[in-house]
């Protein structure tokens, strides 16, 4: 009988203010999903006051997704060893800056060298920390996020966020996903990357060219696309932001490396309108 293990991603422990989450860590590549430590509005930008980012976190650190144009995300993790297959069972979640945000949650199943889509679960969010179950989220199937490969991440647009954190005249906009506890449980053993590897023992080489496969999907499939309409009526100001990744993947160890590196650079949080 095939063992199940059960992991639960708390992204405590990462050194600096914020950073791409390592490849490898939890058992996946990590694609435009970084991760952000308490210490970043408790010492930097301490006139934040009710962000998504505060709302969700669970420890010292979290998770968020980024996308570089400004307007939406789209985050993929992957497993690192496309031979396991995993389940996502919940997560603690919320939109970073707005309200009623639609957040894509796509599943991927993998075999014979081709991904292909499972299911396409939309989820509202705001600033409000909620836990999403992923047996019941968009109305889909329990089934949805179990026995998989990969699960993508796509923003659209909500409503106008908060006015504390910038003041009674202004509001927040934005693209990201804040996260915490990410429940995992996986079909066989946790994928690990031994240390001076970039790639597990185990692994379907090259697998950095497979996860660009998701990407693909996420920029060929107009289905994809439904959740960046947002909700009817919505008016929404974003604002592009001056930083953004520029590779695909994460670099393995850029997360604890105490810093980005030069192929990486944190999005501006401060989205706002005047």
């Known amino acids: 009988m095939t063992k199940h293990t059960k992991e639960t991603l708390t992204f405590d422990g990462f050194s600096g203010y914020y950073g791409s989450v390592s490849a490898g860590y939890g058992g996946f590549n990590w694609v435009d999903v970084d991760f952000m430590n308490a210490t970043y509005w408790k010492n930097d930008n301490t006139n934040w006051c009710d962000t998504g980012y505060q709302s969700v ?12 144009d400004g307007f939406g995300s789209g985050s993929i993790m992957v497993s690192y060893n496309l031979q396991e297959t995993f389940s996502l069972t919940g997560m603690i979640a919320a939109s970073a800056w707005e309200t009623k945000q639609p957040f894509d949650f796509i599943s991927y199943t993998y075999k014979n060298g081709a991904f292909t889509v499972k299911a396409s679960d939309i989820v509202y969010l705001s600033q409000t920390a ?9 109305g889909g199937k329990p089934t949805d ?10 923003s659209g647009r909500g409503n106008y966020g908060n006015t504390c954190t910038y003041g009674p005249y202004g509001y927040t906009t934005g693209n990201e996903l804040a996260f915490d506890n990410l429940r995992v449980k996986w079909n066989g053993p946790i994928p690990r990357v ?3 590897k970039q790639i597990a023992k185990g692994s379907v080489p090259h697998s950095h060219h497979q996860t660009a496969h998701v990407a693909a999907h996420l920029a060929e499939d107009g289905h994809h696309d439904a959740a960046a309409t947002g909700a009817p009526g919505t008016s929404v100001h974003h604002i592009e932001s001056g930083g953004y990744h520029t590779q695909l993947l994460s670099l393995p160890g850029s997360g604890t490396g105490g810093g980005l590196t030069s192929q990486f650079s944190l999005p501006q949080p401060e989205h706002f309108g005047t």
Request: proline share 3%.
């Open 194 to 196: 031994h240390a001076g």
């Open 145 to 154: 996020f179990k026995n998989i490969a990969a699960v993508a991440i796509v």
């Open 57 to 68: 976190i669970r420890g010292a650190g979290e998770a968020f997704t980024y996308g570089p």
């Open 130 to 138: 909620q836990k999403i179950n992923f047996a019941t989220i968009g």
